[in-house]
């Protein structure tokens, strides 16, 4: 295997080939009234300018493929470098050294949709989606929730019937699918028999031009168009393109499940980046409430649930790099998140009062808004609290079902 300090010079040779090295900027502690006051969870792109980027964001990602560094520590056998995950790290440590447009908007296709494709995939589907969605040939996105369906996910009402010629025909609608006006192609999770619940679910890999998909995006309150809604109307899709054996799309489903909260859980928010405990506490003794006794409480308490968030992170992040794959478990930093973003959104209320909802245009006031509004999505988003807190206890804690 080659050595980390050869890899990180092979990986500095390519970069600086391609892209211009990013201006080195000095990092300096948080000031009030510097910079933007903008307080942004969810990523509310417009879509237009997701789509402008999509061109340079797949030249990257064909570049990488090409050079060898598309896909670090994928198994050699489907096209990955067979490297280590520190090997990856030292990718990242370069390239944040270059102005590269980096792989954000792909965060479902490679860090959700593709490891599910590895894990239960036939070799003729590794080798066509594991190759296209590192190279930048398709962007992913994926097709689980409804509106009858969210939480219990087993409900879903989406069909897929099978013809004498042997492909499926797809009707029902999706909703709350990030990223479904730029996908290519999308996992999808159908009702393929009035079987048992949990063995009548089988799973699919959708294109996502094909005829009868129609996409709309969502208008959320905080301004944003972050999902979107997809309706299927009799959409063809051949036998080859199913994922696993029929009746067995709920073991697909977990394991994606599994990756996607680890996914957003390892934004659990730990007291780092835009929202620092710096920021918070700037934000207190600019609204002059530093030596209230009851706000210092509150703020001693949220600062722990950063921390104690952070911890548990650096734990599941030793056991990524040891290798063990995303278990249950991966639900407590999502349930962190969802918690602290509430913990959060309160306390700033709390803090600001009437500034918190009128906009005066005073600096780091009212922006704060946009995060309150934004909190109560993660309580959904992956997976709701109440399911997870069952799957915890169920499969980790090892308690038994409720009677």
């Not at 239960?120 to 509106?147: K, M, N, V, W």
């Not at 192609?185 to 028999?193: A, K």
Request: proline residues 5%; aromatic residues 8%.
């Amino acid at each position: 295997m080659i050595t980390l300090e050869a890899f990180a010079e092979e990986v500095e040779a390519y970069l600086s080939a391609h892209y211009p090295r990013a201006a080195r900027a000095e990092r300096k502690a948080f000031a009030w009234g510097e910079g933007s006051d903008e307080v942004r969870l969810f990523q509310e792109p417009d879509p237009e300018t997701e789509a402008d980027a999509l061109p340079a964001i797949r030249a990257w990602r064909r570049g990488l493929w090409e050079a060898g560094l598309g896909w670090i520590t994928g198994p050699a056998e489907h096209g990955g470098r067979g490297l280590s995950g520190a090997h990856q790290r030292a990718f990242e440590r370069v390239a944040r050294g270059y102005q590269v447009p980096g792989d954000a908007m792909l965060t479902i296709g490679l860090g959700m949709v593709a490891p599910t494709i590895l894990a239960h995939g036939t070799d003729a589907q590794r080798e066509r989606y594991l190759t296209g969605l590192y190279s930048g040939e398709y962007i992913g996105c994926q097709l689980f929730s409804e509106p009858g369906a969210g939480s219990d996910l087993a409900s879903l009402s989406t069909k897929a019937v099978r013809g004498e010629d042997g492909n499926w025909r797809l009707s029902g609608q999706k909703v709350w699918t990030s990223g479904a006006h730029l996908a290519d192609i999308g996992e999808i999770i159908c009702r393929t028999s009035d079987g048992p619940r949990h063995r009548n679910l089988t799973a699919f890999v959708l294109d996502m031009h094909a005829p009868g998909v129609t996409v709309r995006p969502l208008r959320q309150m905080t301004g944003g168009a972050a999902f979107n809604e997809v309706f299927l109307d009799d959409v063809v899709v051949p036998d080859t393109d199913r994922l696993g054996e029929v009746g067995e799309g709920w073991r697909v489903a977990i394991t994606t499940l599994a990756n996607e909260r680890n996914a957003i859980g390892a934004t659990g928010f730990g007291g780092t980046g835009l929202l620092s405990t710096d920021r918070i506490a700037a934000l207190v003794r600019h609204c002059d409430l530093a030596g209230d006794p009851v706000v210092r409480r509150a703020f001693g308490e949220l600062m722990v649930a950063l921390r104690v968030a952070r911890y548990n992170q650096q734990v599941l992040a030793a056991r990524a790099r040891a290798g063990e794959a995303p278990g249950p478990e991966a639900g407590l930093n999502k349930m962190a998140l969802s918690d602290n973003m509430a913990h959060l959104g309160r306390f700033v209320t709390d803090v600001l009062g009437p500034r918190a909802v009128v906009d005066t245009g005073e600096w780091g006031t009212y922006a704060w808004t946009s995060l309150v509004l934004g909190a109560p999505g993660y309580r959904i988003g992956g997976g709701t609290d109440e399911v997870l807190k069952n799957s915890i206890a169920q499969r980790v804690l090892g308690l038994p079902r409720p009677s």
